[in-house]
């Protein structure tokens, strides 16, 4: 349970040596009780006061890794019910499901044409990280064969399913040092699978008849001393699935139940055969706090909606997306190419840097700081006027680079023209075009004046 900003205070040395930056141990507990402050910071806490405050700050629901390399996947962290009210942390796993009775040249050809579903947004590498592998028949050698070929043929992480300890034992010796996550424990085989779990170091997923199911097996499994869980309610149908969902997190987050305090796995596969709607399920998991989403199989069609989706909802609402303020080079400008400078909103800096480098046409780009804001919003907010403009471009060591003194301005910004050139005497400034999707023919089109 949370400690009250008093509590925590008791807990600190109570020397106010500011070496944590505020004036006095009072202040910092009570910025740790609010979470502006991380209690590394004071190096004299005792180790004692440590546990006790580490325990009592740690996030509602458990953090943990499933997978290796980059396509590790964390989960859990999270610590509030809705976005707004700070941010998510853990984008939800996109997984698809494999059987072990497939040809191993079709999940060669799978893990190929699954670690080609990557996209650049943002700046960011999205793609999908896991394959599912589930055994068919009771066969340990054929689930442990599929499961080695996906590690040696992929990058991609793995969740291994099997109720047979035996058959989970029999993939684990093969891929075990990828830390796939385990499914399931379930009331019949706990013991035998939290023991491999506990053998391997790998988490474990438990599924139940019902969510009332998850908790005496939780409880087991930590007094097993297993502390990576992952639940699926046995849900699988979609309203039982949100409504599962959803309660969990409430029950940990709310409730500040922490035994149903981990993250879930959740299996659209296993409610309709069709790819389309299983990835319309999917969405609406991933806005409701699923852990991790399983489909059938990726397509382009079902992939990408998803990782757009998922990133959107994880990124941080209060920390705008931004580019690094200065002067960038597109298609491979010199002293005459001609100078376009707009907002650091990152989805404006990738758009724009796109269609420039679509247009074939040496350009610099010159991204003004405004705090992560548009170009109108950044206009609006009196960042992204004419006078501020004038002063970046004049320090922003533009002049070393080229010969002529033209600029171009978007069109959304044409009412900082008058300012901008009042601020920028002797320049030329043009205003282009208002969406980026102009800019290529105004490229084209545009001469830079001698
Ligand atoms: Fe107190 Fe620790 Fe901060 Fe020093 S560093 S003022 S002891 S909380």
Redesign the pocket.
């Known amino acids: 349970m949370a400690l009250t900003g008093i509590q925590i205070f008791k807990l ?9 930056g ?1 004036p ?2 009072l202040a ?2 009570m910025n740790l009780a609010s979470g502006k402050a991380e209690l590394d ?5 005792s180790d004692e006061s440590r546990e006790i405050l580490a325990e009592a700050s740690a996030p509602p629901i458990r953090p943990l890794t499933v997978g290796y390399g980059d396509t590790a996947l964390k989960m859990g962290g999270e610590t509030v019910l809705f976005r707004h009210e700070k941010t998510f942390f853990s984008p939800p796993g996109l997984a698809a499901m494999i059987t072990d009775d497939t040809e191993p040249a079709v999940i060669e050809e799978k893990c190929r044409r699954y670690m080609a579903y990557q996209y650049e947004r943002v700046g960011l590498n999205l793609r999908p990280e896991l394959i599912a592998l589930k055994a068919t028949n009771g066969d340990g050698a054929r689930f442990a064969a599929a499961a080695k070929i996906i590690k040696e043929k992929s990058d991609l992480s793995m969740v291994l399913l099997s109720e047979d300890p035996a058959v989970m034992k029999a993939a684990l010796d093969v891929a075990g040092d990828t830390n796939p996550l385990i499914y399931s424990a379930t009331e019949s085989n706990l013991a035998d699978m939290g023991n491999l779990a506990l053998e391997a170091g790998v988490p474990l997923a438990i599924r139940a008849e019902n969510i009332e199911g998850l908790l005496p097996m939780i409880e087991k499994l930590t007094e097993m001393g297993i502390k990576d869980i992952v639940l699926d309610s046995g849900a699988r149908t979609v309203k039982q699935s949100f409504e599962d969902s959803i309660a969990i997190r409430r029950s940990a987050l709310i409730d500040q139940n922490r035994a149903m305090g981990f993250p879930t796995i959740t299996f659209p596969c296993e409610m309709t055969d069709n790819l389309a709607m299983q990835t319309t399920i999917a969405a609406g998991l991933i806005a409701k706090y699923a852990g991790m989403v399983v489909l059938s199989d990726f397509e382009g069609s079902s992939v990408f909606p998803l990782l757009l989706q998922r990133l959107n909802i994880f990124t941080d609402p209060q920390r705008p997306m931004v580019q690094a303020q200065g002067i960038y080079e597109i298609n491979g400008p010199d002293e005459n190419s001609p100078v376009l400078v707009t907002s650091n909103f990152s989805l404006t800096y990738f758009i724009v840097a796109g269609e420039i480098e679509a247009s074939r046409v040496p350009t610099w780009l010159a991204i003004m700081d405004t705090e992560g804001l548009s170009v109108l919003t950044a206009w609006a907010a009196g960042k992204f006027v004419g006078d501020a403009v004038g002063m970046f471009i004049k320090k922003s060591g533009l002049s070393d680079k080229i010969k002529h003194t033209n600029l171009v301005i978007p069109g959304y910004a044409a009412s900082i023209l008058g300012d901008l050139e009042e601020e920028l005497p002797g320049w030329s400034v043009t205003i282009g075009p208002r969406e980026a999707a102009h800019i290529p023919k105004f490229l084209k089109e545009y001469k830079v004046a001698a």
Do not use: D, M
Not at 12 to 20: A, D, H, Q, R, V
Not at 41 to 45: D, K, R
């Open positions: 600190l040395p109570k020397t106010n040596c500011k070496e944590c505020v006095t141990c910092f507990a910071a004071c190096p004299y806490v």
